[in-house]
């Protein structure tokens, strides 16, 4: 369990093919502190530790993840937004995220706004329903807020404000117009639609 709260931009330092795809990926973790099978959010996708170093830790994703995450984000050299998964007591200062991905959106526009950035993202059609203005969702593993959702005929999408703070120290700083991003649903968005959907069958 997570927060969409990132502690830390990792680097993949190596991506090799084998059964499944092994990454090593650097970071400012204390990795003394990290236990081998500790599970880290890598850009919203949670990952298993299954090798470390002093500075980096290696994971193992397989084709199913691959499949189901963003286009190029796992290539040698690619950034990473990273969070440790959350301890009881710890702060709760995003929302709750799991760190699966429900879909995959795409970067449709970047604009300036005063010292913030508004993003706008295209959502496939079966997110659509789950994403409401004044909502949670997470994207590239950060916590952020929808600010509209706007339906049309080519699609749903929907915008974010992305303070200066933000823009600096995750990979969103970085993200460029025809981007694939990884997104995750709020997990209450998820349940309310199911409970809803098995309501009408009975």
């Given at each position: 369990?997570?927060?969409?709260?990132?502690?830390?931009?990792?680097?993949?330092?190596?991506?090799?093919?084998?059964?499944?795809?092994?990454?090593?990926?650097?970071?400012?973790?204390?990795?003394?502190?990290?236990?081998?099978?500790?599970?880290?959010?890598?850009?919203?996708?949670?990952?298993?530790?299954?090798?470390?170093?002093?500075?980096?830790?290696?994971?193992?994703?397989?084709?199913?993840?691959?499949?189901?995450?963003?286009?190029?984000?796992?290539?040698?050299?690619?950034?990473?937004?990273?969070?440790?998964?959350?301890?009881?007591?710890?702060?709760?200062?995003?929302?709750?995220?799991?760190?699966?991905?429900?879909?995959?959106?795409?970067?449709?526009?970047?604009?300036?706004?005063?010292?913030?950035?508004?993003?706008?993202?295209?959502?496939?059609?079966?997110?659509?329903?789950?994403?409401?203005?004044?909502?949670?969702?997470?994207?590239?593993?950060?916590?952020?807020?929808?600010?509209?959702?706007?339906?049309?005929?080519?699609?749903?999408?929907f915008g974010l404000n992305i303070?200066?703070?933000?823009?600096?120290?995750?990979t969103l700083g970085t993200l460029?117009?025809?981007?694939?991003?990884?997104?995750?649903?709020?997990?209450?968005?998820?349940?309310?639609?199911?409970?809803?959907?098995?309501?009408?069958?009975?």
């Amino acid at each position: 369990m997570f927060t969409g709260i990132v502690s830390d931009i990792g680097t993949i330092t190596d991506a090799t093919q084998r059964g499944d795809l092994r990454l090593v990926i650097t970071c400012a973790y204390d990795m003394a502190g990290v236990a081998i099978g500790a599970s880290i959010a890598c850009s919203g996708v949670c990952l298993t530790v299954v090798e470390k170093g002093a500075d980096w830790f290696a994971v193992d994703l397989s084709a199913e993840t691959v499949s189901r995450t963003a286009q190029g984000a796992w290539a040698t050299g690619r950034a990473l937004n990273l969070e440790r998964a959350l301890k009881v007591g710890d702060e709760l200062g995003g929302h709750i995220v799991t760190g699966h991905v429900d879909g995959i959106g795409a970067v449709i526009a970047i604009t300036p706004e005063g010292d913030s950035h508004r993003v706008e993202i295209s959502v496939p059609a079966d997110l659509a329903p789950y994403i409401a203005p004044k909502g949670s969702i997470t994207v590239d593993g950060v916590s952020l807020t929808v600010n509209g959702v706007e339906d049309g005929p080519d699609g749903t999408r929907f915008g974010l404000n992305i303070i200066p703070h933000t823009w600096e120290v995750t990979t969103l700083g970085t993200l460029t117009v025809g981007q694939p991003v990884n997104l995750e649903i709020d997990v209450l968005a998820r349940y309310l639609h199911r409970m809803r959907d098995h309501a009408a069958t009975m």
